[in-house]
C-alpha cells in the first residue's frame, strides 16, 4: 500500500515558470520531508516540516505542510535548469515505517 | 566531512547468483538504512540499524536477503539467490541520530541488474 501519492508524476517547464507539486496522504504524518534527487546520486534532504499549517522557504522553493498533516506542497518561484530532478517526500506516520512517495520527475528547459 | 561511500556502483549477476553490498556511512553516525529503489518508484526501507543492532526490518525479503552491520560501523547488504525483481538501486543512509525528523545522508547507490 502506498501511503504517500505525488502529483504530478511528471513535469515540464521553460525556465522563468512557477509550479507547484503535490505530497497527499489518507494517514497522518508526523512529519514530513522533501528531498530532491539528481540521476546517479542519493536523495538530499531539502526541508523537513513538523507542525500542521507550516510554511517553510528556502530560497525559491515553499514548502507548505497541511493543516491536517495528511498532505504537503512544495512551490518553485522562477524555476532554473538547475531545479530539474526527482522530487521525493517522505515521512512517518504514526505507527509506520519511514516511508516515501514516488516522486515528481521535473524538467526545467532552458 | 567524507560523505556515505558505497560499492559497487554498478553490479549485473544472472538470476539466482549471490550479490553483497558495501556501506561505509558517515563517521559518528549510529543510525544506518538500507533502501531498494526500483526504476520509477520512492525509496522503500529494508532496513535499519542502531548502532550493530536492527531497529527495523519488517520489510526486508527475509528468505533471500541479509545485512548486517558488525562493529556498529560498515553494513553489507546480501542477495542470495537474486531474482530478476531485484533489479533496483540499492541506496544506504546514515543519520547522527534515530530520531524522527533527524536527516538522513545518503550514498551514491549500487544499481544492479539481474538477467
Known amino acids: 500500500t502506498q501511503l504517500l501519492e505525488q502529483s504530478p508524476q511528471f513535469l515540464s517547464i521553460q525556465e522563468g515558470e512557477n509550479l507547484t507539486v503535490y505530497c497527499n496522504s489518507s494517514?497522518?504524518?508526523?512529519?514530513l520531508q522533501w528531498y530532491r534527487q539528481e540521476p546517479g546520486e542519493g536523495p538530499v534532504l531539502l526541508v523537513t516540516?513538523?507542525?500542521?499549517?507550516e510554511v517553510k522557504k528556502l530560497k525559491r522553493l515553499t514548502f507548505q505542510f497541511g493543516d491536517a498533516r495528511k498532505d504537503s506542497s512544495l512551490h518553485i518561484t522562477a524555476a532554473q535548469p538547475g531545479d530539474t530532478g526527482l522530487y521525493l517526500c517522505?515521512?512517518?506516520?504514526?505507527?509506520?515505517?519511514?516511508?516515501f512517495g514516488p516522486g515528481t520527475r521535473l524538467s526545467v528547459l532552458p | 566531512e567524507a560523505g556515505v561511500a558505497q560499492s559497487p556502483r554498478y553490479k549485473i549477476i544472472e538470476k539466482r547468483q549471490s550479490v553483497a553490498f558495501w556501506c561505509n556511512p558517515i563517521?559518528?553516525?549510529?543510525?544506518l538504512y538500507w533502501y531498494q529503489q526500483i526504476l520509477g518508484q520512492g525509496p522503500k526501507l529494508l532496513i535499519q540499524?542502531?548502532?550493530?543492532?536492527?531497529?527495523?526490518d519488517s520489510q526486508l525479503p527475509k528468505d533471500r536477503f541479509s545485512a548486517e552491520r558488525l562493529k556498529g560501523v560498515d553494513s553489507t547488504l546480501k542477495i542470495q539467490p537474486a531474482k530478476l525483481e531485484d533489479s533496483a538501486v540499492y541506496l544506504c543512509?546514515?543519520?547522527?541520530?534515530?530520531?524522527?525528523?533527524?536527516?538522513?545522508?545518503f550514498g551514491p547507490g549500487t544499481r544492479l541488474t539481474v538477467t
Open positions: 543512509a546514515s543519520s547522527l541520530v534515530e530520531a524522527r525528523g533527524g536527516e538522513q545522508y
Open positions: 494517514s497522518v504524518f508526523s512529519s
Open positions: 516540516v513538523v507542525t500542521g499549517g
Open positions: 517522505a515521512g512517518w506516520g504514526y505507527g509506520q515505517n519511514f516511508v
Open positions: 563517521s559518528g553516525h549510529a543510525t
Open positions: 540499524f542502531q548502532n550493530n543492532g536492527v531497529v527495523d
